[in-house]
């Protein structure tokens, strides 16, 4: 799941304080830790081989905190200095890697090595279930398969690319009007907003026009859905979380309301579509696709697993395109010459698409 780059503080000062001192202490007793390794027990030879298999340490959770706001600066300063890095956190390190080699490896080569284990699911698991960015083993093959098996119909391909162009449409006139009118906008948030329409039109087969934001129920969902995201981020850094989730109080008191929201207007959505899917509507959409699998295996695919799965593909399908983009226009705009270039291919293009099909198709299959 990619983190926002947007993503806001919402801790109180209060908990900030309390959740620094506690690392304080974490990375002292660390320290203490190291130290007590590095003293001399058992020959020179482990201690070469040890240093061997570890990758070096380029921080603490403790500086993931301070960064957070900047990870991702953070974090390519660390692999600038070694591609592939550990970060330590008092019961666990993590290893980052940026080098391809590695992640060929982890990805492909032995992929059932690298599960997400417990430690991301239980950190997940109140936003994503059991959805394959949460899950590993056989779960997660599942849901390759249901999305391979939903991905490759062609019905599908068709109604999704509808649905995409249907909302590039509605992006257009926003920014043209804005572009107009000469006034700012937050491209970033306009590319979420205009993703998620895609994507949860595409899998749930109804609009929900956060782009215009015109329905009071369908905005409250987008923007607890947003708030949910941020706030199960939060628990990376925040070594108290499972405290407060059992008290109830602080951000986890808040993550449980936003998540409230979400559960309850997907939970809506899927009584809905269940109460139509006799009446065959809107067969193309991924959710009434999982409706037809769970009349073969009622007891496996339950609504919960549906609600943790459809929401998965939002996470997936909403931030990776929506991030891109954003990344895109901001070199684009570092590039002026770049910039033209685009501009002449995408004039050119679009010339094509009433003069010559075929070079069209042609030009498409290249990009
Ligand atoms: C994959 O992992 C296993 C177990 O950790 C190891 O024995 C094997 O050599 C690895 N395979 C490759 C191709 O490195
Ligand atoms: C249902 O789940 C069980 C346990 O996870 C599994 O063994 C079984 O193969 C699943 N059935 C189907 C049809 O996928």
């Known amino acids: 799941m990619a983190m926002p780059l947007t993503a ?10 309390v959740a620094f001192a506690l690392l304080l202490i974490a990375a002292v007793a660390l320290k203490l830790v190291l130290l007590w390794r590095k003293l001399p027990r058992s020959g020179r030879s ?11 340490v380029a921080g603490t959770v403790f500086h993931h905190l301070l ?22 956190s008092p ?20 992929f059932t090595n690298y599960g997400k284990g417990d430690y991301n699911y239980c950190t997940l698991k109140d ?37 995409f162009r249907g909302n590039a449409l509605k992006l257009v006139s926003v920014i043209a009007q804005a572009a107009g009118s000469n006034s700012r906008m ?3 948030d306009i590319f979420m907003k205009s993703s998620m329409d895609s994507i949860f039109q595409v899998a749930f087969g109804v609009e929900l026009n956060s782009l215009s934001g015109s329905n009071e129920e369908e905005r409250k969902f987008t923007e607890a859905f947003d708030d ?9 850094v925040d070594p108290l979380w499972k405290m407060k989730k059992f008290l109830n109080c602080g951000c986890e008191a808040e993550l449980k309301n936003r998540l409230k929201v979400v559960d309850d207007f997907v939970y809506k959505i899927l009584a809905h579509k269940v109460s139509q899917s006799s009446k065959q509507l809107q067969k193309e959409d991924i959710l009434s696709r999982l409706l037809n699998e769970r009349e073969q295996d009622p007891k496996n695919i339950t609504y919960q697993y549906l609600r943790d799965i459809t929401l ?8 990776s395109a929506a991030v891109t983009l954003s990344w895109f226009f901001y070199r684009l705009c570092l590039h002026a010459s770049i910039e033209e270039k685009v501009v002449r291919e995408v004039n050119a293009v679009t010339k094509l698409i009433h003069h010559d099909a075929p070079m069209l198709w042609m030009y498409l299959q290249q990009v």
């Not at 806001?8 to 304080?17: G, H, I, K």
């Not at 960064?67 to 330590?88: E, G, H």
């Not at 997660?140 to 098996?149: G, P, T, V």
Request: proline fraction near 3%.
């Open 312 to 319: 998965n593909f939002l996470v997936a399908g909403r931030d």
């Open 127 to 163: 936003l994503l279930g059991d959805g394959i960015f949460a899950v590993d083993g056989e779960k997660w093959w599942h849901q390759r398969k249901i999305a391979s098996l939903v991905f490759s119909k062609r019905i599908f391909r068709e109604y999704s690319s509808i649905v």
């Open 46 to 56: 482990s201690e070469e081989r040890r240093k061997k298999m570890y990758a070096p």
């Open 67 to 88: 960064n957070y706001r900047r990870l991702y600066d953070f974090s390519t300063t660390c692999a600038r200095q070694n591609p592939t890095y550990r970060i330590l």
């Open 91 to 110: 019961f666990h390190s993590e290893v980052y890697t940026a080098d391809p080699a590695n992640v060929e490896y982890i990805l492909k080569t032995n």
């Open 8 to 17: 806001v503080l919402r801790t109180p000062a209060a908990e900030a304080v």
């Open 228 to 236: 949910a995201n941020v706030l199960i981020c939060w628990r990376y």
């Open 186 to 188: 937050d491209i970033q």
